[in-house]
């Protein structure tokens, strides 16, 4: 691999995989179940990129290490999230699973008044981040 993709690859963490950064040939469901827990945890941070102020190496070393980013105050997304980012690609949960989780959150959500689905300041930012999450998380919401 070409230094400049390997670039390339480190500045994208953590929204590309680390079996992408070792090989970015890998394709499969898992990379994107890692994507939806990082685009997860910008909506709930606000659109905030995680590891903005982190170097290359800081970044690099973020992937050896195995670290995780920070959960949001929700445990429930918080949990998801780390189960979407789990460093060994078969322990990630299927995308039914996920599904399942959002909804009970989004229930739970209504029943105790819980901030995970905080929406009225954030739905701008959460439009302009993905637009067809927004549109599941509004079914949520909506059920």
């Not at 959150?105 to 739905?123: D, I």
């Not at 439009?127 to 067809?132: I, K």
């Amino acid at each position: 691999m070409r230094l400049c993709c390997i670039t390339e690859s480190v500045e994208r963490i953590p929204w590309i995989t680390p079996e992408c950064v070792r090989d970015s040939q890998v394709l499969s469901v898992a990379v994107d179940k890692w994507g939806f827990g990082t685009t997860l945890w910008e909506i709930c941070y606000d659109g905030e990129a995680p590891l903005k102020d982190k170097k290359l190496i800081e970044k690099e070393m973020f992937y050896s290490a195995q670290c995780s980013l920070v959960t949001p105050d929700c445990p429930q997304l918080g949990e998801l999230i780390t189960k979407c980012m789990t460093y060994d690609p078969k322990r990630r949960p299927f995308f039914r699973a996920i599904v399942r989780d959002l909804t009970g959150v989004a229930e739970q959500s209504k029943r105790t008044q819980l901030p995970c689905f905080s929406l009225s300041v954030t739905f701008p930012l959460f439009l302009s981040v993905c637009p067809s999450l927004c549109v599941t998380f509004l079914l949520f919401l909506s059920v």
